[in-house]
């Protein structure tokens, strides 16, 4: 069955959203994952985070994160940095137009916004190299702004436990960004953001998901149907 918009509020009904959130709330008490990071507010580093964090997995990221503030404490002393110097301190994280982005959006944030880290979703978007994903970050980390937030993981715990059916390109999908908005929780979204990314990371992995240590298991469409499908060839 193809899910649309509007067929997917059947399968998004308040008492499976309530539950899922309850669930996975619970799970991240006792599992999110620690990252420098993740233990500010500052929108400086935070910003440098979500650059560094693009298509690249965070235990990779953690070294030459710290490295790099080490380096350019501030957007003032990173403003100073040429593309080169920059370049060469990303180097082991590779997308090596990374650096070049980044170097153009501090620019720009000197120019346009005085020096400090745009503050809403609309305004960092403007800057080079930084999409939804990485504003929608930016503002619920840095701003506690109620931004959800959507990337291939988080897509397909949705995909997975609602049995919704995106597009190939998830990160562009208004279906799964709407089931994103709605599924989020009213307070606390930032924190509901990184319990989602580590949920994905740990449990609801693209390949051999954990279903068995999954405790949305038993209300999951995907595990319920690999269920049925198992005792149907089994007999």
């Not at 997995?57 to 040429?82: E, H, I």
């Not at 180097?91 to 944030?109: C, D, K, N, T, W």
């Not at 038993?218 to 149907?225: E, P, Q, R, S, V």
Request: aromatic share 10%.
């Amino acid at each position: 069955m193809t899910v649309t918009a509007d067929t997917s509020q059947l399968l998004l009904t308040p008492a499976k959203v309530k539950w899922f959130r309850s669930q996975l709330s619970l799970w991240a008490t006792e599992n999110l994952r620690k990252f420098p990071w993740r233990c500010t507010t500052d929108p400086y580093k935070i910003f440098i985070a979500e650059f560094l964090l693009q298509k690249t997995g965070a235990v990779t990221v953690v070294q030459v994160y710290n490295a790099f503030l080490s380096k350019y404490p501030t957007l003032s002393d990173l403003a100073g940095a040429s593309v080169a110097e920059i370049s060469l301190l990303l180097y082991p994280l590779g997308l090596h137009f990374r650096a070049e982005r980044l170097h153009e959006s501090v620019q720009m944030i000197l120019k346009d916004y005085s020096g400090i880290i745009p503050t809403t979703e609309a305004q960092l978007l403007t800057l080079p190299g930084v999409g939804k994903y990485t504003a929608r970050a930016i503002c619920s980390q840095a701003y506690l702004q109620p931004l959800a937030v959507l990337d291939t993981n988080v897509a397909r715990i949705f995909e997975r436990f609602f049995g919704l059916q995106g597009n190939r390109v998830k990160s562009r999908c208004k279906l799964l960004w709407q089931a994103a908005d709605e599924v989020a929780p009213i307070s606390e979204v930032g924190k509901w953001n990184l319990a989602l990314l580590d949920f994905g990371a740990a449990i609801c992995t693209a390949r051999n998901p954990n279903c068995d240590r999954c405790p949305l298991s038993c209300k999951c469409t995907f595990a319920l149907t690999a269920i049925v499908i198992d005792s149907t060839y089994g007999k």
